[in-house]
């Protein structure tokens, strides 16, 4: 059973930074595809940043230039750098695994981290 644990949310100034992290359980991680999901309240989930088990990256053109999801496989931990940050970037992060160990589609996602920008 795999499970996602996400940290780093809290109240931040705009034009402040952020760092996020997840923590996956288990042993798939380093084969898995990982992505970074954002709510705000009223609007639907939306994707922010994903990068695969190869680590290749791809954003959502209003977080390009001052986002960065990065991953460390020793760790089993997915990062994603916030900078600039402006108040509409407030959200609930969640963070995704996807994958398909023992060729049997896998997705799990996580509880949540709240990031709240504002003065």
């Known amino acids: 059973q795999v499970q996602l644990v996400e940290s780093g949310g809290g109240l931040v100034q705009p034009g402040g930074s952020l760092r996020l992290s997840c923590v996956a359980s288990?042993?798939?991680?380093?084969?898995?595809?990982m992505g970074w999901y954002r709510q705000a309240p009223g609007n639907e989930r939306e994707v922010v940043a994903s990068i695969t088990s190869g680590g290749n990256t791809d954003y959502a053109d209003s977080v390009k230039g001052r986002f960065t999801i990065s991953r460390d496989n020793a760790k089993n931990t997915v990062y994603l750098q916030m900078n600039s940050l402006k108040p509409e970037d407030t959200a609930v992060y969640y963070c995704?695994?996807?994958?398909?160990?023992?060729?049997?589609?896998?997705?799990?996602w996580g509880q949540g981290t709240l990031v709240t920008v504002s003065s």
């Open positions: 995704k695994l996807r994958g398909w160990p023992g060729g049997r589609y896998l997705e799990v």
């Open positions: 288990g042993t798939v991680f380093s084969i898995a595809h």
